[in-house]
């Protein structure tokens, strides 16, 4: 592909930035009164509303001739065909495989990857329902209560988030657990008011190596023998889901009760695979398969569906507008649900690791700005505390607010004042509060008129804030599947469009092996490592207080 900002479309956005810049959104909705019924669309269960971005037809006309001029028609289907697109590291990208519930077959170098695919889904199922019904049970006879995921990073983030907002559909058969950290406190609060003889350890880790996971796995062990004395206990109380099986079994861990995952399967983008077995311990196969489902129907959505009606394309757009073409480099994930509470961590790690990048599929470095600093929290407890900085700071930040029309644990009089706040909010951001405005308030306030001079400035809102509204019918375990595909396919679109490989993480690959080279200058009584000038002056500093505190 051609340098993109050569490209006929690329040249032509450039040049309605300054417009772009200087027109209030609000002018837009008084220009065009048909705004919201052109940018808002529905893909399964979820309505997206684009309205309140800093668009018209002509910016929207050279965004989508942008993502046909870049190929993303071409690198779409090579993605789902099972293309090794992931060149960096030789690797098809075939997650869609994984919840591919029309079993349609997937050929990766001539096999069908959907036989593997449904083996591992059977043996996932036959798990799940020998622990959730008892079958399965401890070195002592008990029945399995608890499960405690020890991972980290892709291995840990999408089942966290999973079942922790899809707990309304839970029953309480089995409670789950995650250990991610490498600081002992995490695994020691878990593991203290736990019952060995119940507990189910699943040990996730696609390369089996992950100092953290393989670090807690061990600790874990040790914990089960302090009360069962017998290694046997293990293959009762653990399992494993990796890619490398000669690790897991030198682990002590049963071919039996090892789950497979593929290296097509990138670990931000693995829930859907074995990885999501805390999900489907928690909430039952059959709605983990609802899970898989949902994004199923986004994955055919993103591929049938012409660019200016598809979700996804949509929505990668308007933060390719506001980020590399306006400047707005972070961008603030806003959940009005509670239960999604881990969305904007998750999202964090799919986006700024697969787009995080900057040199182009070719190693060119871009000139351009690639992935946003994606951060966020739950929107209403943000209300009280950095909306501040949303509302009046200087820099400007583009926001997906994430809301349902219907509560998944109703409770009469909450669900309608949790709404009125979201609706506020985009309304808030994109309006802001004028002068006038500001000065009529303070009047009939009673104000004199040196008072209000005083104070104007320091209450009137610019607005012009651009927001995403998506609105769930309900955060069932199959619109949330569809919302996770939703934004997959995003960051997809995006890192085709800035030319990147999406599917790579180097950067993460080179904290594994840093803190390799320093663990054994930690551990030895003499400095031996050479560091520049502020590392090795911390590592003695520590090192000589670690011995007074001892003292
Ligand atoms: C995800 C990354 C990274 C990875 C963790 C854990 O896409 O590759 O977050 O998932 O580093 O790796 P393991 O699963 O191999 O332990």
């Not at 104007?456 to 949330?480: A, E, I, Y």
């Not at 595909?485 to 490989?501: D, M, R, S």
């Not at 520590?542 to 505190?549: D, G, M, N, T, Y």
Request: proline share 4%; net charge neutral; charged share 20%.
């Amino acid at each position: 592909m051609a340098n993109v900002t050569s490209l006929k479309a690329w040249q032509s956005l450039l040049t309605r930035t300054e417009q772009a810049q200087q027109t209030p959104i609000k002018a837009l909705f008084a220009q065009d009164e048909a705004r919201f019924q052109k940018y808002s669309l529905q893909a399964q269960n979820i309505l997206l509303d684009y309205s309140k971005n800093p668009v018209d037809d002509a910016t929207l006309a050279d965004l989508l001739a942008l993502v046909k001029e870049v190929g993303l028609d071409n690198w779409r289907d090579r993605m789902f065909h099972g293309d090794r697109i992931n060149a960096t590291e030789n690797r098809a990208v075939l997650h869609t495989a994984l919840r591919n519930r029309s079993n349609t077959p997937v050929f990766l170098d001539g096999v069908n990857v959907m036989d593997a695919v449904n083996r591992e889904l059977a043996r996932i199922k036959n798990f799940v329902n020998a622990v959730r019904k008892g079958r399965w049970r401890g070195y002592s006879g008990k029945r399995i209560t608890d499960v405690v995921n020890i991972g980290i990073g892709g291995s840990d983030l999408g089942p966290r988030m999973v079942t922790q907002a899809l707990k309304p559909y839970a029953d309480d058969r089995i409670r789950v657990h995650f250990v991610s950290n490498v600081d002992g406190v995490e695994i020691a609060n878990t593991l203290r008011p736990l019952n060995p003889e119940r507990v189910l350890f699943v040990v996730a880790s696609k390369t089996f190596t992950t100092s953290e996971t393989m670090t807690n796995a061990q600790t874990a062990r040790n914990w089960l023998m302090s009360s069962a004395f017998d290694e046997r206990a293990v293959a009762k109380h653990f399992v494993a889901v990796s890619s490398n099986e000669a690790a897991v079994k030198a682990f002590g861990i049963r071919p039996e009760n090892s789950f497979q995952m593929w290296d097509w399967v990138g670990g931000r983008f693995s829930l859907w695979s074995a990885i999501g077995l805390p999900i489907a311990l928690q909430l039952g196969f059959k709605q983990f398969e609802e899970l898989l489902s949902g994004a199923h129907e986004m994955d055919l959505h993103f591929r049938d569906m012409p660019f200016e009606r598809n979700a996804p394309v949509l929505l990668a757009l308007m933060t390719l507008w506001n980020s590399t073409f306006l400047g707005r480099h972070s961008q603030v994930i806003l959940p009005y649900d509670w239960p999604l509470q881990r969305f904007a961590a998750y999202l964090q790690q799919a986006e700024m690791e697969s787009n995080g990048k900057s040199v182009d599929r070719v190693g060119e470095r871009v000139p351009y700005t690639t992935g946003a600093v994606i951060w966020g929290q739950l929107g209403i407890d943000g209300q009280h505390a950095f909306y501040q900085y949303l509302h009046q700071s200087n820099t400007v930040v583009p926001a997906d607010f994430i809301g349902s029309i219907e509560s998944s644990t109703p409770v009469r009089g909450h669900h309608e004042k949790l709404m009125a706040n979201f609706f506020a909010q985009t309304e808030a951001l994109m309006n802001g509060i004028s002068a006038e405005e500001v000065a009529r308030e303070l009047a009939g306030q009673g104000l004199s008129e040196q008072e209000i001079e005083r104070l104007l400035p320091h209450k009137v809102h610019q607005g012009n804030r651009p927001t995403n509204t998506l609105l769930l019918k309900r955060l069932d375990p199959r619109t949330l599947g569809a919302l996770i595909a939703l934004y997959e396919h995003k960051i997809f679109v995006l890192g085709v469009i800035w030319n990147i490989c999406s599917f790579d993480q180097w950067g993460v690959e080179l904290g594994k092996t840093l803190a390799a080279r320093i663990l054994p200058e930690l551990q030895q009584a003499q400095n031996e490592g050479r560091h520049d000038g502020s590392t090795e002056n911390l590592i003695r500093y520590f090192k000589q207080q670690r011995e007074k505190l001892k003292s």
